[in-house]
């Protein structure tokens, strides 16, 4: 389920994902004990950071309970200024009782191949002693780049497309440099996540994600679909000012808030998304109305072998004949290049 929040300004919004946050990790602190969470890099959190870390927020979390990941790092040691855990740190975690073993950072000062596959070896770990939970994350926090990047999964990268690995170190490109990043496996199998998105300079991005096809290549933050969780979309109405789709709630407390609700749109398949299952290894056809489709197929071929065309759907490593069956149960059995009527 897909969820559109829009919010008055970037106070109102920071103040909205402080009480969720809060409201998340009572919750799962009730309910399994532990509340673990992903954080954002960029300065999008920076708002959020500061109300969690003072009265009524600091208080109200169980912080001996919490459990502290990132979702993405830049390959820099932890003092250095670009350090995604030294923002956190010094806004956030400085301030809280949270103990040292409870923050769990990736290691940006080691080389990324090897910083990958321990904090790889460190998630699977944690969450379940074969690596294959139900749920990864009760909460992953995440930001829209003007580029439609999300974590460090950005345009034209290997990482969007990754279907094995949770972790992977990349060079995005010369500016950018190296980069560790949460694969679209590790954060789609989360209970929740949420987009924080703030400022005029990302409505076009915004608009883009929500809004346009689907092409995940191009736009990575449209790979981010939770395959058995919730994903909330917050932004304040800079950010939101292209949105066609808006639904007007008017709140006491002059709160000016607009909220999409469930996107029960229905889009075609050409903007459906095709994900892997992470704990069964089917494939999963979501169109935006939040119908999904399961994929039916002989073994031996690419997950992204699927190109949405218009109506079309193309296989593009090898011909095997594909069912897809939806929640209803009904199928539609097609070969390579078939039409979907």
């Not at 995940?216 to 066609?244: F, N, T």
Request: net charge neutral; with cysteine.
């Amino acid at each position: 389920m897909t969820h559109l929040d829009i919010f008055s300004s970037p106070a109102a919004l920071a103040g909205a994902a402080a009480t969720l946050f809060a409201a998340q990790a009572a919750g799962a602190v009730s309910a399994r004990g532990r509340f673990t969470t992903a954080l954002s890099g960029g300065r999008t959190p920076e708002t959020l950071y500061g109300l969690l870390a003072a009265p009524p927020f600091a208080s109200q979390i169980p912080w001996g309970r919490v459990h502290l990941f990132w979702g993405d790092e830049r390959c820099v040691p932890p003092d250095h200024r670009e350090s995604n855990y030294r923002f956190a740190r010094e806004r956030l975690l400085d301030h809280v009782p949270i103990p040292p073993g409870n923050v769990h950072r990736i290691r940006g000062e080691m080389e990324p191949a090897e910083a990958a596959a321990l904090y790889e070896k460190l998630l699977r770990d944690f969450f379940g002693p074969h690596g294959d939970p139900l749920f990864t994350f009760d909460l992953v926090l995440l930001g829209l780049g003007e580029d439609g990047h999300t974590a460090s999964l950005f345009p034209g990268t290997g990482p969007i497309r990754e279907t094995a690995r949770w972790v992977v170190g990349h060079d995005v490109d010369a500016r950018k440099g190296w980069r560790i990043t949460l694969t679209p496996a590790a954060i789609n199998a989360a209970r929740t996540v949420v987009f924080l998105v703030a400022g005029k300079t990302k409505a076009a991005a915004a608009r883009d994600v929500l809004e346009g096809s689907c092409r995940p290549g191009a736009l990575p933050a449209q790979a981010i679909r939770p395959l058995h969780g919730e994903l909330r979309w917050m932004l304040d109405r800079e950010a939101a000012q292209l949105l066609r789709r808006q639904r007007k709630d008017d709140r006491s407390g002059g709160e000016d808030r607009r909220k999409q609700g469930s996107m029960e749109d229905d889009r075609d398949l050409e903007e459906a998304l095709l994900v892997e299952d992470l704990h069964t290894g089917e494939l999963v056809v979501e169109r935006a109305n939040g119908e999904k489709w399961v994929l039916d197929a002989k073994k031996g071929w690419c997950p992204w072998g699927y190109e949405f065309e218009g109506r079309r759907v193309r296989l593009r490593f090898g011909e095997v004949t594909s069912v897809l069956v939806n929640d209803r149960g009904e199928r539609f059995e097609f070969w390579t290049d078939k039409q979907i009527e």
